[in-house]
T-cell receptor
Framework: GDSVTQMEGPVTLSEEAFLTINCTYTATGYPSLFWYVQYPGEGLQLLLKATKADDKGSNKGFEATYRKETTSFHLEKGSVQVSDSAVYFCALSDYSNYQLIWGAGTKLIIKP | DAGVTQSPTHLIKTRGQHVTLRCSPI?????VSWYQQVLGQGPQFIFQ???????GRGNFPDRFSARQFPNYSSELNVNALLLGDSALYLCASRREGGGNEQFFGPGTRLTVL
């Protein structure tokens, strides 16, 4: 079945560092890909999405490109802030059932 | 517009009891999904409903059931609670024809003692 694998955390960076969180997927169809963020004690917020190959999703300085050839959707940000500290989830969904399949999450810690 | 709302926020139950969790989707969204998130893990799909019909069910026991009402709100019911049911229960809504992104509520934190 479909699955998502993302890098284990925690990832600890200093403020203004460059961020990459790796995400790869396995899917039989042509899924949409998502990054969600979960701040402590809160629910999940959609950060960005991409619906087809080579699409780039972006929001709040975060970017991710849908790479079909490498089945990847890595999350990047050029300069992280302390307020970016959270857990980041990569997920996929296809149009057959709209069910979201999730990675295990990557905890990001940004130190001032 | 108001986002997805869930009630209650927190709940403490004992083993063997029954619980009902409630969700109201974003106005205009007709699809509601339920997910279970155990601490430190990604969410797991439980159910999806659209227009009061079950569209999908995840790998959960029959103790878990759900329904959707004419106003598109939804309830998740869990019978015979086990310690392992302790989790954050998330509800998400989606607008049919609006792509397949889902918008999540704040969740209900269920603790089973």
């Amino acid at each position: 079945g479909d699955s998502v694998t993302q890098m284990e955390g925690p990832v600890t960076l200093s403020e203004e560092a460059f961020l990459t969180i790796n995400c790869t997927y396995t899917a039989t169809g042509y899924p949409s890909l998502f990054w969600y963020v979960q701040y402590p004690g809160e629910g999940l917020q959609l950060l960005l999405k991409a619906t087809k190959a080579d699409d780039k999703g972006s929001n709040k300085g975060f970017e991710a490109t849908y790479r079909k050839e490498t089945t990847s959707f890595h999350l990047e940000k050029g300069s992280v802030q302390v307020s970016d500290s959270a857990v980041y989830f990569c997920a996929l969904s296809d149009y057959s059932n709209y069910q979201l399949i999730w990675g295990a999450g990557t905890k990001l810690i940004i130190k001032p | 517009d108001a986002g997805v709302t869930q009630s209650p926020t927190h709940l403490i139950k004992t083993r063997g009891q029954h619980v009902t969790l409630r969700c109201s989707p974003i106005s205009g969204h007709k699809s509601v999904s339920w997910y279970q998130q155990v601490l430190g893990q990604g969410p797991q799909f439980i159910f999806q409903y659209y227009e009061k019909e079950e569209r999908g069910r995840g790998n959960f026991p029959d103790r878990f059931s759900a329904r959707q009402f004419p106003n598109y709100s939804s309830e998740l019911n869990v019978n015979a609670l086990l310690l392992g049911d302790s989790a954050l229960y998330l509800c998400a809504s989606r607008r049919e024809g609006g792509g397949n992104e889902q918008f999540f509520g704040p969740g209900t934190r269920l603790t089973v003692l």
